[in-house]
């Protein structure tokens, strides 16, 4: 059973005093190197800092850290980016990042400060190579199992692997680096992580892009609602979209069916495997189906996909579901950091009220009951002070962004992030999902942005003028 499939989503007795201080660390080795996708030269970074930072003579960590340098020197702050997850390595997905901003580089570096838990900073992959995603399935007891694996080769103290420390670590690392300040970009929990780096080095920050808000005020992990209100998204497009209406006139009935019947009985179907062709079986239940059905809301790309999907399953036919899966691949998450993040830092606070909430909507437990089960065997136990979790207020210049059909970070978390920072400018983007600053003009209002972070924005409308996509209508793609 893959935990990483369902929980890559998005996702200490005493109490941790949040207060920045400087971390005392190693010195800093530098090597060549290229990141994954692009061809551009890169430099990569090691530097040693506390595993405890209030043990600075204890166990020590390896930090990494990527550098894209400017095409001319420069003495602009560079953008750092801060990535998702939690458990997204940054500089795993540097290569992909460096390419939409490539015009950055023109006058600034792009730096990549990978999170302590992620990547090849003592990184936590929850993975088996028995691993098979598509006849696996979740179940409460096997939970036990699945945290005695994702820990299987881990050497640490889970309880130092928190979101302060990380930030500590990112500051240490900008220093080591010899930039004053810094330009961040944080995208999804990369934007917690951004929020938090404003509240401890305000001094260090010129200015923050936020894409995908999820601030320290809210608790991320249930995912129903969110989901439920993007997917009926979908369908009210399809709905007054009339090659979609024409060809899927009962898109919105199907899926609830569908999502009815596989609450009461799992589905297991016989397919072929989408890179093998071999006959194989799907098997699904409810929380899969749903991590399944979020997972494509996250894009437009993706989620074109989906009505063909669900019109053929709901005639049984669930080769195209299996595909799904297939162009899913591997999302990259270490989801150990996730599930250490998300017990500690959410589910621990997430009210009653809160939780039963979520579980109203249409899909009821399915996006917490994997992460409950976890939550209850994950040895790693620490408490953030609460003043962590207080909104973040700041008057540093910030260009915040979020997509209309986001399933996980909606607008409304955008709003209140927004509601605490009194230099801050909000955008909507009608026709985007999960993360806005890769979508079509994007990179040039950031770039716009960072040039002058005190300056009104031009043109910002270019982002409403997102076009809607072409929903998949046959197996041809068209």
Known sequence: ????????????????????????TGALTTEDCYLKGLSDKAECFTLQVPENPAEPSGTLLTLHAARLPALTPSELPPLAVLAGGPGQSAIEI?????????????DRDIIFLEQRGTGNSNGIKCASEDDDPYEDLYSDAESEKLVAQCLADFEGDLSHYNTPNAIHDFAAMVRALGYPKVHLYGGSYGSRAALVFM?????MIASTVLDGMAPV????GPFA???????ELLFDECETTPSCQQRYPNLR?????????????????????????APHKLRLDGTKFFQLTLSYLYSQEQRQLLPFAIDAAAKGHWQPFAGLIAAGGDNGMYTGLTTNILCNEDMRRASTDQLAADSQSMFGDASIRLLHAMCAHWPGRYQLDKTHFEPVTSAIPTLALSGNLDPVTPPAWGDSTVTHLSNATHIVAE????????????????RQFLNDPSAPLEKTDCLADLPSVTFMRSNNAH
């Open 1 to 24: 059973m893959k935990a990483s499939k369902y929980l890559g989503i998005f996702c200490l007795a005493a109490a941790l005093p949040v207060t920045a201080g400087a971390q005392n």
């Open 94 to 106: 540097g290569g992909g990042v460096g390419k939409v901003f490539h015009e950055l580089l023109a």
């Open 199 to 203: 509240r401890l080095y305000p001094d």
């Open 217 to 220: 005020q809210v608790v991320v």
């Open 225 to 231: 609602r969110h989901g439920q209100r993007a997917l």
């Open 253 to 277: 009935r199907d899926y609830w069916q569908l999502w009815a019947a596989i609450k009461q009985r799992n589905v297991i179907a016989d397919i072929y495997h989408p890179t093998t062709l």
């Open 431 to 446: 026709q985007a999902a999960h993360i806005v600053a890769m979508r079509g003009c994007g990179p040039k209002l950031v």
